[in-house]
């Protein structure tokens, strides 16, 4: 019952190292999201694609990149870690149908040091 | 502004009574939907339940109803006969606008639910 998949569930990095969080849906959805939770800030849109090749900033962009080369496979770089990068990663996916849900991954807890 | 508002961090419940966690949201758009997640301390988003803009009847999904009040923008969540297992972290979201199938979801700041025995 694989949806949503994210490469890891646990990351430490060092402050300056460029970061990949890889994601994977199974479910030819459309678009491909990567939100980032805080405590007390709920979860802040970084970046999310409704096409191969298509990406659009969210609220909270700075400091990251995407890259969607392929319809189920949606990448979140961070190009220089810094410490206020450590954080829960998500990212989700969802069909062109408005009125359905978003799929979630089970997230990645960054650490940057 | 806050899209959306969720102005309980936390609320607590006795098991087996009702809640209502609140939720009012802020748009310009006609046409937009309403989504409720619950993440469990394990970290998973379990959607619950959606409410579209031009819905006559409140939406309702097992124990979870959402209480829709257009002209206050409120979507309030109900959750009837608390279990324990409904402890958990609650989010309030909203997708807005024309061709809202390619907009993101925006989510607001979350309540934490704690059901006592």
């Known amino acids: 019952d694989v949806k949503v998949t994210q490469s890891s569930r646990y990351l430490v990095k060092r402050t300056g190292e460029k970061v990949f969080l890889e994601c994977v849906q199974d479910m030819d959805h459309e678009n491909m999201f990567w939100y980032r939770q805080d405590p007390g800030l709920g979860l802040r849109l970084i970046y999310f694609s409704y096409d191969v090749k298509m990406k659009e900033k969210g609220d909270i962009p700075e400091g990251y990149s995407v890259s969607r080369e392929k319809k189920e496979r949606f990448s979140l770089i961070l190009e220089s870690a810094s410490t206020n990068q450590t954080s829960m990663y998500l990212c989700?996916?969802?069909?062109?149908?408005?009125?359905?849900?978003?799929?979630f991954g089970p997230g990645t807890r960054l650490l940057v040091l | 502004a806050q899209k959306i508002t969720q102005t309980q961090p936390g609320m607590f419940v006795q098991e087996k009574e009702a809640v209502t966690l609140d939720c009012t949201y802020d748009?310009?758009?006609?046409?937009?939907?309403l989504f409720w997640y619950k993440q469990p301390s394990s970290g998973e988003m379990i959607f619950l339940i959606y409410?579209?803009?031009?819905?006559?009847q409140n939406a309702t999904e097992g124990r979870y109803s959402l209480n829709f009040q257009k002209a206050r923008k409120s979507a309030n969540l109900v959750i009837s006969a608390s279990q324990l297992g409904d402890s958990a972290m609650y989010f309030c979201?909203?997708?807005?606008?024309?061709?809202?199938?390619?907009?993101?979801?925006?989510f607001g700041s979350g309540t934490r639910l704690q059901v006592q025995p």
């Open positions: 989700a996916s969802s069909p062109l149908d408005s009125r359905k849900s978003v799929d």
């Open positions: 409410q579209g803009s031009y819905d006559e």
């Open positions: 748009t310009s758009d006609q046409s937009y939907g």
């Open positions: 979201a909203m997708r807005e606008g024309l061709r809202a199938g390619r907009r993101a979801l925006t």
